[in-house]
Every structure is written in structure tokens, then in C-alpha cells.
């Protein structure tokens, strides 16, 4: 079983790898939670439970993780106390994990790469073929979408500009 541990300013996310959702499952109801965060076609291969606590308190939340093949899900913690981004396979969840639920999801309908948080409670959640920009409470802000392959992207001053494979660049005003 792997166990990986995120620390995310007072947010700590333990994460352990099961086998099978039957699993997960399994595990999760011993724990008294049924939550679980995934896709909305499917589970995928990759089955995980997520053990959550608030550092220096003794209140602790568990749910489950269920994604397809692509990359690991990156977890950036939102202002709120209990709240957290994830980013897995081709969508972005904001979660609170206080009370088991969804505050907001975001569908790319392509692979999430990574998140870029920003200064004023804003995030970009870069994809495959751009990005966009979600506040605090997850409303989409803004999007960048091109024609290609993301290449790369830079983060200057207060513009994102991406590159992308067919040559082109797109950018927008942070």
C-alpha cells in the first residue's frame, strides 16, 4: 500500500493507495464515510483514500479518490479552512472537506496538468490546451483555449501568455 502526505498550510492530506474499489469502499465504511471524489464516467484504475486533518485540532475527514490513468491529482488549499482544489484527469474540484461535499467542479474535457495560485485567492488551472482562471468560490473567471498542445506558459507581471505547439500564443490579463 502507498501512502503519500500533502501539507498544505494547516491542511494535512494523507493519502493511501488501495487495490480495488471494493477496497476503498470497504475501508471507507469502516471509517463511517461514503464519500467519493471521482470522474463522472467512471472510477478509473487508481483507487485512493484520503485521510484529512486540520493540524493542531483533533477533527479528521476521510473520503475516497478514484481517477483514470493520467497524471497524480495536485491539491492546492483554498482560503477556506476545510476547502481544498484537486486537480485530476480532466477536471478540477474545489472540496470541502468539513462537510463531504463539492463546492464547485470545473469539467476541462481535457487532461489538467497543474495549478498556479495567484495572490489574490484566484487560481489557473493550466490543461492541455490552456488554461483558465476560477476564484476563490470557483466561478471560471476567464479561459485561454487553444488549437494545440500546450507547449508552456509564463506568468509575467500580470499577463499569462501560452505557447502552444502549432506556434501560436495566447494570453490574458491576470
Known sequence: MTTIEY???????????????NELRARL?????????CEEDGYGDNYFLLSVRQVG???TSHCGLCFGSSISPQFLQNP????????LDRSVFLFDFYKS????????????YEFVPLDNGKIIAVHELGAICLDQNGKKL????GNDILKGYNLSENVLICSFEDG???????
Open 7 to 21: 501539507n498544505l498550510n494547516g491542511l494535512c492530506i494523507k493519502t493511501c493507495r488501495t487495490d480495488t474499489y
Open 29 to 37: 465504511d469502516k471509517l463511517g464515510s461514503s464519500f467519493i471524489i
Open 57 to 59: 485540532t483533533d477533527w
Open 80 to 87: 477556506g479552512k476545510y476547502c481544498c482544489w484537486i486537480g
Open 101 to 112: 461535499e463539492y463546492v464547485a467542479k470545473e469539467n476541462l474535457s481535457i487532461a489538467f
Open 142 to 145: 476567464w479561459e485561454i483555449d
Open 168 to 174: 501560436n500564443e495566447l494570453s490574458h490579463c491576470i
